[in-house]
């Protein structure tokens, strides 16, 4: 069964940092592009980063350019997302999901298949 599994979720104050990992298990996602997206209240999910199957590709919304960094570790099935200078309108639940195989970059969600359950960030001011 392939699973995803997000963890470091939580409360921060506005300008505070918090590291996003995600766990997948079930089969390796090595050659899959990985990504996290967000939800926040009343909105539409959005892409936030998206990294390459080998790491050498990246791409980042640009309300969080400068701001997050999102890398992977292949050899460990994992991916994770640095958070810093956060704000107030970072409060939403993260995702993690991975490509199809294959498809080793893109930022369209409807080539995302796995899923992880989310975890919350909420920044407060």
């Known amino acids: 069964q392939v699973q995803l599994v997000e963890s470091g979720g939580g409360l921060v104050q506005a300008g505070g940092s918090l590291r996003l990992a995600c766990a997948a298990s079930g089969r390796s996602f090595s050659k899959n592009a990985m990504g996290w997206f967000r939800r926040a209240p009343g909105k539409e999910r959005e892409v936030v980063a998206v990294i390459s199957w080998k790491g050498g590709s990246t791409y980042y919304s640009d309300s969080v350019k400068g701001r997050f960094t999102i890398s992977r570790d292949n050899a460990k099935n994992t991916v994770s997302l640095q958070m810093n200078s956060l704000k107030p309108e970072d409060t939403a639940v993260y995702y993690c999901?991975?490509?199809?195989?294959?498809?080793?970059?893109?930022?369209?969600?409807?080539?995302?298949?796995?899923w992880g359950q989310g975890t919350q960030v909420t920044v407060s001011s």
């Open positions: 999901a991975a490509s199809s195989l294959g498809v080793v970059f893109t930022t369209q969600v409807g080539l995302y298949p796995y």
